[in-house]
């Protein structure tokens, strides 16, 4: 355990007269100059961290003649340091267990801040509904860190208008954007933009679910499922399986839910489809969103225990309450609530925070099955855990997709 400290307002922070160093093969230790001691644990967290074994590009490790320490050179600029360049990007190792998780972030932490310091070149993230809100600064985000990011979407015109917000912002980071054509109220959409994807693609580093709708009237899709169930729930089922090939142990699919999902109504035994998909005397908007958002929950659970033996890590989480993002706009009376408790919520910036917390922290490789908020696990509803529901919600989406799509369906 580690030892009482000094109180800090981060508990990274070093207490005084300790100094972090690494070995060339990238270990960190702790040097105490008071008591002449060297530790491998932090002395505040107790927790043990790793870097890279490469120095940044630009950097070169030298020891000085006159003293013997080593020092640093950055070659651009000549500037010298005794601290070793890579502490800046330096990790925690990643722990065994749930409850070896560490909160680092809260509700007032945004995307960026998650991201800070890290490099996703040569990553692949798919974000559905990312041409605005909460999906937006999700790709905002990943992108400006290196990120290459599909914008699928169903608004072509929307979508290059956000795309070029981002490259108004940094050029590489919109060049690294892209869209493709999904309209989750029509299965044949989202089949046509898995093909899309797959020919563009070899690899998807993060699939993130994050479109959704909120507070529709009562309306059928083209394939006759009502809407809201299609948008939020069956179409991201039937996306994620069709690129089910693009994925390896190194993919995080990421699902968007809400605590909504706590007010669910579904039954917990013997789930039908008019469960889902009620008729429009049988219908309330809420409550359909509601619902919804309790599949999203137990489609993730369901899905990380289908894909655990492939190594997928799946994670679904809440990202804020009545943030103020378009989705509300399709009834005045919300679009005036969510006003008013607009000073009140979280920003876009900061309702992005645990979707990115969830698609690239390196502290959570090697677990699945979490529910999130304010970037940090927490319990999900106990519908949600129901495994016997979590298994017929699969087996009834596969059924309506299969009726609809046929020996298209393609859906494993």
């Known amino acids: 355990m580690p030892a009482l400290m000094p109180e800090s307002d981060s508990e990274d922070e070093l207490p005084p007269a300790w100094e972090e160093r690494a070995t060339s093969d990238g270990f960190v230790y702790y040097v105490n100059h008071q008591s002449k001691s060297t530790q491998w644990r932090h002395p505040r967290t107790g927790k043990m961290k790793r870097v890279s074994g490469e120095l940044p590009l630009g950097w070169t490790r030298h020891v000085e003649e006159e003293t013997g320490k080593v020092i640093f050179v950055e070659e651009k600029t000549q500037r010298k340091s005794y601290t070793d360049p890579r502490l800046a990007f330096a990790i925690e190792e990643v722990p065994e267990q749930v409850g070896e998780l560490r909160q680092r972030f809260d509700s007032g932490t945004n995307a960026l801040q998650v991201l800070h310091g890290r490099d996703l070149n040569g990553m692949v993230a798919l974000i559905t509904g990312a041409n605005t809100g909460i999906g937006f600064e999700t790709a905002r985000s990943l992108a400006l860190h290196g990120c290459s990011v599909v914008f699928a979407c169903r608004d072509e015109k929307a979508t290059m208008v956000a795309i070029e917000r981002i490259r108004s912002e940094k050029e590489a980071a919109g060049q690294r954007c892209s869209f493709v054509s999904l309209d989750l109220a029509s299965l044949r959409s989202t089949k046509r933009a898995a093909e899309e994807v797959k020919k563009r693609h070899k690899h998807i580093n993060m699939l993130i679910l994050n479109a959704g709708v909120f507070a529709l009237p009562h309306s059928v899709t083209e394939d006759g499922f009502e809407r809201t169930f299609q948008v939020n729930h069956l179409a991201h089922f039937y996306l994620t399986n069709l690129l089910s090939e693009l994925y390896d142990h190194t993919t995080r699919i990421v699902v968007v839910s809400s605590e909504s999902h706590r007010m669910s109504t579904l039954p917990a035994g013997g789930l039908s489809e008019s469960d889902l998909c009620p008729p429009q005397h049988k219908f309330w908007s809420m409550i359909a969103y509601n619902n919804s958002k309790l599949c999203n929950v137990l489609f993730a659970m369901e899905l990380a225990k289908r894909w ?105």
């Open 308 to 412: 655990k033996p492939r190594g997928i890590s799946v994670f679904v989480l809440h990202p804020g309450n009545m943030v103020s993002s378009a989705l509300s706009r399709n009834w005045w009376f919300y679009r005036f609530l969510f006003g008013l408790v607009r000073p009140f919520t979280k920003s876009l910036q900061q309702a992005a925070s645990t979707t990115v917390y969830c698609a690239t922290a390196y502290e959570l490789t090697g677990l699945t099955a979490l529910y999130f908020n304010n970037c940090y696990v927490c319990d999900p509803s106990g519908a949600s855990k129901n495994e016997q529901l979590q298994q017929s919600l699969w087996e009834l989406s596969d059924k309506m997709i299969q009726r609809v799509m046929g020996a298209e369906a393609d859906a494993k």
